[in-house]
């Protein structure tokens, strides 16, 4: 059974820092891509990054454009992990994160894309 359980999310002044972690069990993890969508309060779910597997595209990344220079996502294939660092975060940056696992290895933005989610992790920001 394949279990993607987040960590790491919190409450955070704007301009603050967080890193979150996905840590991934049941499922042969380095064939897969990996990514992070979030869901706002009253909004509906949208991609943030995703990283491709090093067979599929060498762990090509892809980012929302509102996060790039600001997110950056990573992969540890040894821990079954992937990381979303988060910098400089806004307030419109609040909600709901959730990991994915997409059985092509592609970095997709595409949410109908992954098969498996994890049960997310809050991330507030403060202003």
């Known amino acids: 059974q394949v279990h993607l359980v987040e960590s790491g999310g919190g409450l955070v002044q704007a301009g603050g820092s967080l890193r979150l972690s996905c840590a991934a069990s049941g499922l042969t993890f380095s064939r897969y891509g990996m990514g992070w969508f979030r869901r706002a309060p009253g909004k509906e779910c949208e991609f943030v990054a995703a990283i491709a597997s090093m067979r599929r595209s060498g762990g090509a990344t892809y980012y929302q454009d509102s996060v790039k220079g600001r997110f950056t996502i990573s992969r540890d294939d040894a821990k079954n992990t992937v990381y979303l660092q988060m910098n400089s975060l806004k307030p419109e940056d609040t909600a709901v994160y959730y990991c994915?696992?997409?059985?092509?290895?592609?970095?997709?933005?595409?949410?109908?894309?992954?098969?498996?989610w994890g049960q997310g992790t809050q991330v507030t920001v403060s202003s």
């Open positions: 994915a696992a997409d059985p092509y290895g592609g970095s997709s933005d595409f949410s109908s894309q992954y098969v498996y």
